[in-house]
């Protein structure tokens, strides 16, 4: 067996696991894909498929115009990346956003991953890397079992870093009351395969807004272990519990926003809040709560759901829950292309990296994948711009955090993708197509386009080798 011909060894059969052994198979390189369950489970996974979605089935905003995540699935879709054409290939309604038909997802992933000829699937549970294997993807995720997670921590030289993250309840369409719920969008936007009334909006007055607060931060919660106390949340997935503690009037401009809706069952007036539910499964037959993570007791959750407005009679086909969730400080212990410096065969991709949400997870194992294939078939490796959605998460996971002094020993934190990170313009836009001076929303959405065109154009130079970027 030469040297290329050797299999590169994923471990973890997640979103980001699923798409580095995809991209590794499809440059002609062979994978062994180590996926433990369903003989080992996890605290959140409940089937044995490949890419199991076990928080929301929404990859947020299809916009490749202006939004960032937006442009992160247009750039996936150009790098022929299969969490994407799954998605694609079984998305529901959701207004502006890319939501998906779980089951049928990850049965797509699952086929795709078991029919490929160069990959070959090992479930047993890997407890430490071993030594004979010279390209390695770990790919865990945020649920890294215990004995592997040590074994990380040998390796680094320090622990990892942990935060919660929680998820939200799913309800029964039929339970729903639609003599004062209804159907619709924000401000009516139609996304792909949505119509413009995709989502279940539930409305709440004054009165009722306060007493769900009120029960909110009176219901019991989840008790966290001695260990679990002083770990954080991440901002983007707060538990709807931890919001209403941080102020009365958060959750209404949050989840609960009542703006771009108007209620058809009482016209003239204005919802005070809104719970809305978005589609969950392609039958249509659940409906998940959004934004509504919570860490709240079961028998709480149920009580104090019941008492929205049209959820009465609520019924759930699952209630939320909470785990704990555990990253790399990734600026200090990978280089660019997210191998590991103390042991530079072993790769590190998706959420353990400190990247946050399903698609900048995937996005990271394609790029680790595309990068041990490089690797492995003797290429040189080229990053992707910095410009590119792909090059600004790459970069914030592997250099675009500072660490300072009164930060302590590490500030790291996950991100999810988003305009921030990405290089500034070199010229930002000032004038319309028509010539007319740009001002407030206006110029901030013209800044996106150009963003996002910007992007566009330098990950095409990128694929057809105009722009090196080379990586040692």
Known sequence: MTHSSQPVHVVGGGLSGSEAAWQLARSGVPVVLHEMRPFHGTAAHKTSQFAELVCSNSFRSDDAEGS??????????????????????????????????????????????????????????????????????????????????????????????????????????????FDVAWFQSRYDKAGPAGSGADYINCPLTR??????????????????????????????????????ERGRETLRHGPMKPFGLTNPRQPGTKPYAVVQLRQDNKLGTLFNMVGFQTKLKHAEQVRIFRTITGLGKAEFARLGGLHRNTFLNSPKLLDATLRL???????????????????????????????AAAERLGERIALPPPTTAHGALLGHITGGHIETIDEGPSSF?????????????????????????????????????????RARSDLGAWLAGALPAAAE
């Open 207 to 244: 009165e009722q807004y306060d007493a769900f607060v009120d029960a909110l931060l009176a219901g019991d919660k989840v008790t966290f272990h001695d260990f679990e106390r002083a770990t954080p949340y991440f901002d983007g997935c707060l538990p709807i519990e931890v919001m209403a």
């Open 413 to 453: 934190q996950p991100m999810n993708v988003n305009f921030g990170l990405f290089p500034p313009l070199s010229r930002m836009p000032t004038k319309d197509a028509e010539g007319n001076r740009l001002r407030g929303p206006a110029r901030t959405i013209a800044k996106k386009r150009a963003l996002c065109a």
């Open 341 to 371: 410096n103390a042991m530079p065969r072993l790769r590190f991709a998706g959420q353990i990296t400190g990247c946050e949400g399903y698609v900048e997870s995937a996005a990271i194992g394609l790029l680790a994948g595309r990068f």
């Open 68 to 177: 960032a995540i937006g442009l992160l699935h247009a750039e996936m879709r150009r790098l022929n990346s299969l969490v994407l054409r799954a998605a694609d290939l079984h998305k529901l309604p959701a207004g502006g956003a890319l939501a998906v038909d779980r089951d049928g997802f990850a049965d797509a992933i699952t086929a795709a991953l078991e029919t490929e000829p160069l990959i070959s699937i090992d479930r047993s549970e890997i407890l430490a890397v071993p030594a004979e294997w010279d390209s390695v993807i770990v790919a865990t995720g945020p649920l890294t079992s215990p004995r592997l997670a040590e074994s990380i921590r040998g390796l680094t030289g320090e622990d990892a870093l942990s935060f919660f993250d929680a998820i939200a309840p799913i309800v029964h369409r039929d339970s729903i009351d």
